[in-house]
């Protein structure tokens, strides 16, 4: 295969889409864009494949601009979720196909193939949005939290006190910050840069994480109550941030009303809700055999009309007036609904998004799937991922000091991190995003660090922090910023990684603030990289290249884990790189643009948009049959 700045492309984004958000029966016209020295293209088509029968429509060479060929078809979007991929014809007697993994040579999976879906879609919001994850109980304390009394569940701390992250008192240590904590440091959120604040849950529970609810009827009066989230919610979005909440689909705590109500009592109306393995009720199905995680039956419908369904909904409630939540991110959503040969995963998902549109449609739906998340997430529901596979995991295998210990949170195989090359991030990255629709890739969550992973600093190679962040807000996708990353914070797995920030010493964090700042505004001040496409451009072992495209501005990203010294030819951009951020060197000559650096670095640079052709009525639908060369 050809180099990668050499390779057609097509993502999915505007410059290759008439209509992201098509309807059933809407004609969409999709191109791609063939580099004039890949060689002589004989005739394009589309393959899609409605109703799982292929179908071909011819595309029509439309234009040559800055040495690329410009090839557009229509196509009808018969099913919601509409599959497609480029066939080449080679002057060779060759035939390409082109889908969301790549050029090949060989017919290929229709599960890697482009998607078009019918949903709605995320709100325009989203795609420009930069989260910043709080847990409340270690982001600041209010003078109001010494006034609460604790429940016996609750072990004080002093919040310099060290996290206890082994052992029965790691759920119980409590250092009480709370949501008037966080309210009165959203100065310091503003100065971030952050769009959106993901607050993991604030229902009352019997833990300091709080995904073990015993309701979720009322803000815990731990963090402030109802009253303090309202506060909090105002005050956010009277500085244009916004708020998500947390919610617990797959299970609830074994304190919850409802599960009290029906342990040991069959009959009792909430029995429904619950998986029992006897007839008295005492044994339960619970969220990886932890006894306080009683597991949800979703086949109770009266469970959907308390909790997902309809405007008295707990999903509702909180998105509504006084409260205003933003959205909400599904802690497990990939188990939701499953449980042996039952799989209502799909119906759940779809009745919380319905329940959402009607309490407010200006807000986003996440779901957590640590693993391989796309066959869910069609678009249908989720607006993205919560997920490791596709960004977390490969960044730290590459990232990350050999021979670092993988916690468990992280999703790695036990043992040692392994240790990638940059090829093998590029093949882990793009393995892991073709089979989402573009719309959804752009809202998945680029997250180097979560309250349930070790902290990225704390294994990563010297000078890899700028690269690795510089990835989350460059790559497309969400980029998360976990609560304390900007004061340099480590932590050996999920529970340590939770500590109290230290705001004291905020002064001497000034450095590494001013490095996510400067990032995150770089990401938020430049259209390219909120919504553009993605062409690679260079992939090697120690040294990423990528290029984010719109029509109105290009950014050309470098990353790298050590010192390089590349040369892009004329041919993989146009125009000449003006520098954004970072000390990449970077020179123009006949050769081409000359990059390079003596150590880990990060480095992006504004290009010229893409001078697009218009959008065309030049399709024509062709029998059911493929193309033949007679």
């Not at 482009?114 to 600041?140: G, K």
């Not at 008192?169 to 840069?193: A, M, S």
């Amino acid at each position: 295969m050809p180099p990668h700045h050499l390779i057609p492309h097509h993502d999915g984004s505007p410059l290759y889409v008439s209509e992201a958000a098509p309807a059933l029966g809407d004609r969409v016209r999709v191109r791609v864009r063939i580099p004039e020295s890949f060689g002589a293209v004989l005739d394009v088509h589309t393959r899609s494949n409605p109703d799982h029968e292929p179908r071909y429509t011819v595309a029509s060479h439309v234009a040559n601009l800055d040495g690329w060929d410009w090839w557009e078809a229509e196509i009808e979007i018969e099913n919601p979720v509409h599959r497609y991929r480029f066939l080449f014809s080679l002057d060779d007697g060759r035939g390409l196909w082109l889908n969301a993994t790549g050029l090949h040579s060989i017919e290929t999976l229709d599960s890697e193939d482009f998607r078009l879906v019918t949903w709605p879609a995320a709100p325009e919001w989203a795609t420009s949005t930069v989260m910043y994850q709080i847990f409340p109980d270690r982001f600041a304390r209010s003078a109001a939290a010494d006034a609460r009394a604790l429940p016996a569940w609750a072990e004080p701390a002093k919040w310099d006190d060290e996290v206890i992250f082994v052992g029965p008192d790691t759920p119980r240590q409590f250092f009480g910050g709370d949501l008037q904590g966080v309210e009165e440091h959203l100065d310091h959120l503003e100065r971030l840069g952050v769009t959106m604040i993901y607050l993991t849950p604030v229902f009352p529970a019997q833990s300091n994480h709080r995904y073990d609810a015993l309701s979720f009827d009322e803000v815990d009066p731990l963090l402030g109550g109802n009253n303090a989230l309202v506060s909090l919610v105002t005050a956010a979005h009277h500085r244009g941030l916004r708020v998500i909440g947390d919610l617990t689909s797959n299970h609830s705590g074994d304190a919850h009303e409802w599960f009290t109500a029906s342990h040991l009592q069959p009959g009792a109306p909430e029995s429904e809700f619950y998986y029992w393995l006897d007839s008295e009720q005492r044994r339960y199905v619970s969220w990886l055999g932890v006894p306080s995680l009683p597991k949800f039956n979703w086949n109770s419908y009266e469970l959907r009309r308390r909790f997902i369904h309809g405007v008295d909904s707990v999903v509702s409630k909180w998105l509504r007036p006084p409260y205003s939540l933003d959205g909400w991110r599904i802690d497990v959503s990939n188990m939701t609904g499953r449980y042996l040969d039952q799989d209502l995963n799909q119906q759940v998902r779809r009745v919380i998004r319905d329940t959402m549109v009607d309490a407010n449609p200006d807000t986003i739906l996440l779901g957590e799937s640590t693993n391989d998340a796309a066959p869910d997430f069609d678009g249908d529901s989720w607006h993205g991922a919560m997920t490791y596979a596709n960004f977390t995991r490969p960044i730290w295998a590459w990232l990350s000091k050999p021979g670092s210990p993988a916690a468990g949170g992280i999703g790695m195989a036990l043992g040692k991190v392994p240790t990638y090359t940059g090829e093998e991030v590029f093949q882990a990255h793009q393995r892991f995003t073709a089979a989402f629709p573009w719309r959804v890739r752009l809202h998945n969550m680029n997250a180097l660090d979560t309250h349930d992973t070790p902290r990225f600093l704390t294994h990563a190679l010297p000078g890899t922090v700028p690269v690795a962040f510089g990835l989350a807000v460059t790559l497309p996708g969400i980029p998360v910023i976990f609560a304390g990353v900007e004061f340099g914070l480590t932590g050996v797995d999920g529970e340590h990684s939770r500590t109290p920030l230290p705001w004291h010493a905020i002064a001497d964090a000034a450095p590494t603030i001013a490095l996510y700042s400067e990032l995150i505004h770089l990401r938020t001040g430049h259209p390219a990289l909120n919504g553009g496409g993605i062409r690679w451009l260079h992939v090697g072992k120690e040294v990423l290249v990528f290029v984010r495209e719109s029509e109105a501005e290009c950014v050309l990203v470098v990353a790298a884990r050590s010192g390089f010294s590349l040369v892009l030819p004329p041919d993989a951009v146009a125009g000449a790189p003006v520098r954004l951020y970072g000390a990449v060197t970077q020179t123009v000559n006949a050769d081409g643009v000359r990059l390079s650096a003596s150590g880990p670095a990060f480095g992006a640079f504004a290009l010229p948009g893409i001078e697009l052709p218009d959008f065309a009525d030049v399709g024509t639908v062709l029998a059911l049959d493929p193309p033949t060369d007679d």
